[in-house]
């Protein structure tokens, strides 16, 4: 079998019969900001074209924006292809799909394995990471891939023995994260001149787990992917701050931290095609990593893609600082806390003692105003866990549903500050993101 990395955490495989396209993006701004700092390897019209075959499946394992490119799916795929998503308890991917014009969309719930007829698939959910993204895992008679993407994280007991049966006797690739996919640490302005060192430490603690993950699992390889992309901020220079996650720069990175299977992981770049068989990387062509991405990041500005984003958006130009909108905002985000625990009580029940603030800025003023999440109250202050700084056009956006809150953490739109300073607030970020795309969906909050 042969794996080609697209671009990101798009990967290209084909089993006796059935092609496999994993995760497709191509231009169109993620999370407001982000774009690809490799593009597609083949043009999108090829890709295109293919899910016309009829042995052609598409798999979205999750519904961030670097992960299904609407607007290029919707002008140019195939309606009638094969879609294969994750079962999760919200039914929102398959609804964005419905939306799109796909109806041939094939769930794999969490504790069950789907048969095709030459290859087999199931989910890996960890309720304690994530509600809204997993993992799923593929296989034939000799191969098994791991589609890890964003979930980079230690995998439980259980997901290790179930993945461990799965891959048993095959041929095992596992691919998963290995670059930051928020703000953190680029948009904490606490940092200071440390905030490269932490991202790095932040970075090579993913690239570490993922390799645990492997020993664990005994997997033959690693692919690290996930993380090709840079976020471009009107009047920030944050595309120059992201870390380029090269073959090269991770293993620089790791330096001598005693991985003894270091050599499982794999030196691929986009564009390249792994040979699970041989155990070797090809491309048809030589091209230096570095300077791909150095001219991408060039012809995305130099052709003006980056005007599709969201601090390029001429029509964002609400200035006015509304505090009803603001404490609105808050207390309906507190509403959907309460209301999601009493169905998931076990999905960070933390978030129940945090306090969140959000500080909007014009060019005239600044205010502040802090949510205490227990008692379910919004203060004229900003004693909090967490302090977003977001610019009154963009909270205007998020507030009239144009954008999502994500663009404004993960899309890079805010300015983040917590407390104390070595505290994630994890629990925060996730009730927030989901918050927002409930908020922005619906027509009575």
């Known amino acids: 079998m042969k794996v080609t990395l697209i671009n990101h955490s798009s990967l290209l495989f084909k089993f006796k019969k059935s092609t496999i396209l994993t995760d497709f993006w191509n231009t169109s701004p993620a ?109 034939d008679d000799e191969y098994c891939i791991h589609h890890g993407n964003d979930n980079w994280f230690k995998l439980l007991e259980s997901n290790l023995i179930k993945l461990k049966n799965f891959s048993k006797n095959r041929k095992f690739l596992y691919c998963s994260q290995t670059n930051s996919a928020a703000g953190h640490p680029i948009t904490y302005p606490q940092y200071g001149e440390d905030v490269q060192q932490v991202l790095k430490d932040k970075v090579k603690k993913m690239v570490i787990t993922g390799l645990q993950n492997v020993k664990n699992l005994d997997a033959d390889y690693f692919l690290p992917y996930a993380g090709f992309s840079k976020s471009y901020v009107k009047n920030k220079n944050y595309h120059l701050s992201a870390f380029d996650p090269t073959f090269k720069n991770l293993k620089e990175m790791i330096g001598n931290e005693g991985i003894n299977n270091i050599d499982k992981m794999i030196d691929i770049f986009p564009g390249g095609t792994f040979d699970l068989s041989k155990g070797t990387v090809e ?59 009493t169905r998931f009580p076990n999905f960070y029940p933390t978030i129940k003692n945090k306090k969140v603030c959000f500080e909007i800025i014009s060019n005239l003023k600044s205010e502040k105003r802090t949510l205490n999440i227990e008692n379910q109250k919004v203060l004229n202050n900003d004693d909090c866990n967490k302090k977003f700084t977001i610019p009154v056009n963009l909270f205007n956006a998020l507030y009239e549903k144009k954008i999502v809150f994500e663009n404004l953490y993960t899309g890079y739109e805010a300015e983040v500050m917590r407390f104390p300073l070595d505290e994630h607030n994890r629990d925060i970020i996730m009730y927030l993101d989901m918050f927002g795309y409930k908020y922005k969906n619906s027509k009575n909050l």
């Open 283 to 341: 491309y048809p062509f030589n091209f230096k990593p570095n300077r791909l991405i150095d001219i991408t990041s060039n012809y995305l500005i130099n052709e003006n893609y980056i005007k599709k984003c969201d601090t390029y958006n001429k029509e964002f130009n609400n200035e006015e600082l509304n505090l009803d909108r603001v404490e609105t905002y808050l207390n309906s985000f507190c509403t959907f806390v309460y209301d999601y625990l």
């Open 31 to 139: 999370f407001g900001s982000w774009l690809p700092s490799a593009l597609p390897f083949y043009h999108p019209t090829y890709l295109a074209s293919l899910s016309f075959e009829d042995n052609f499946y598409l798999t979205i394992s999750h519904a961030h924006d670097d992960h299904i490119d609407d607007y290029f799916l919707e002008k140019y795929f195939n309606k009638k292809m094969k879609i294969i998503i994750n079962e999760f308890p919200s039914p929102s991917l398959k609804r964005r799909l419905n939306k799109m014009g796909f109806d041939n969309i094939i769930s794999v719930p969490k504790n069950e394995k789907i048969n095709f007829e030459d290859f087999e698939t199931i989910s890996i959910f960890d309720e304690n990471v994530s509600n809204d993204d997993a993992g799923i895992s593929f296989r």
